[in-house]
């Protein structure tokens, strides 16, 4: 009896320190590279889903019912300012009173889109990016339509990954160290992304690229380069408009029109055919976020050089 008693409190004793262990956080997130800041700061703390799966458009996803059944039970959902959001984010926070929302572009200032078709976008060299949006002035950094693709600049990246360690700590302060940790290694780690995108872009011919849907605007910003975009506000050009890019793409001497694998290439490829260049692919939601950054530069460079 005594010995059965004693094998029953050595087995509590075993199990329950695994008891006590925190179970991890239940994150969602938006779009893919989401996915990979949350892992690469929150490492074996979290469960990460994404709601925009891979090839899907982020501009016009609906949520599946087996996605929201799954957001009811979160604890953490970080917004990134995709446009699906607008319609379905109060639906997402209404599954589930209790999960906690913090946009990840809520310490970044974003951008404005370019109002009108075939308008250059113009960069202002390195970091010019690393304004957070703490200041609000008139703030210009909430403007009515801003650019969402804030993940395409390393500086705003690290801005974010500072939100996503924050958030961590809040929600689970016995593994702040780790998170902290993590945090470290993951901003060494966009230094080193950074690095590599300015040797790549090096020397180039020309600065300005022209691409099919704008989503490179902040990357532009960044690194001094001006994006030409064909499409704006998710609308394909009209003929007219069409013959203005393609004139402009001309006066460039652009021979390469950058397109994304969520988008159709059809006016990439009349343009492309117009100006007698060609249509090259490059896809900002990769999930391996430094390495498609440096991919993506590299394409640019090619084109450029």
């Not at 055919?273 to 991919?295: F, M, T």
């Amino acid at each position: 009896m005594v010995s059965n008693l004693k094998k029953l409190l050595l087995a509590t004793a075993l199990v329950c320190p695994t008891l006590a262990m925190a179970a991890p956080i239940n994150v969602a997130v938006s779009i893919v590279p989401e996915q990979y800041f949350v892992e690469q700061i929150g490492g074996d703390h979290v469960n990460v889903d994404v709601i925009v799966p891979p090839g899907a458009e982020p501009d016009t996803y609906a949520p599946k019912a087996m996605q929201m059944r799954k957001l009811a039970k979160t604890d953490l959902y970080f917004p990134m300012g995709v446009p699906f959001e607008n319609a379905w984010q109060k639906r997402i926070a209404g599954v589930n009173a209790d999960m906690k929302v913090v946009p990840l572009y809520q310490r970044v200032c974003r951008r404005q889109f370019p109002e009108g078709m075939g308008e250059h976008d113009h960069g202002h060299g390195h970091d010019h990016d690393q304004h957070s949006a703490h200041h609000d002035h008139a703030n210009p950094c909430r403007p009515e339509r801003a650019d969402p693709h804030i993940w395409m600049s390393p500086t705003l990246v690290r801005i974010m990954a500072g939100t996503i360690r924050d958030t961590l700590i809040e929600q689970d302060p016995a593994h702040k160290a780790d998170y902290e940790h993590n945090f470290r290694q993951f901003a060494q780690h966009i230094n080193d992304i950074d690095s590599q995108i300015l040797k790549a872009l090096e020397g180039l011919k020309s600065n300005t690229f022209l691409v099919y849907h704008p989503a490179f605007g902040y990357f532009a910003r960044s690194y001094g380069l001006k994006q030409l975009p064909v499409q704006v506000h998710g609308t394909d050009p009209t003929p007219t408009q069409l013959a203005k890019i393609i004139k402009q793409a001309k006066a460039s001497d652009i021979k390469v029109v950058f397109v994304e694998p969520q988008f159709s290439k059809r006016a990439a490829e009349t343009v492309a055919k117009e100006i007698g260049g060609q249509v090259v692919a490059v896809d900002p939601l990769a999930k391996d976020w430094g390495r498609n950054l440096v991919n993506v530069a590299n394409a640019f460079t090619k084109a450029l050089k």
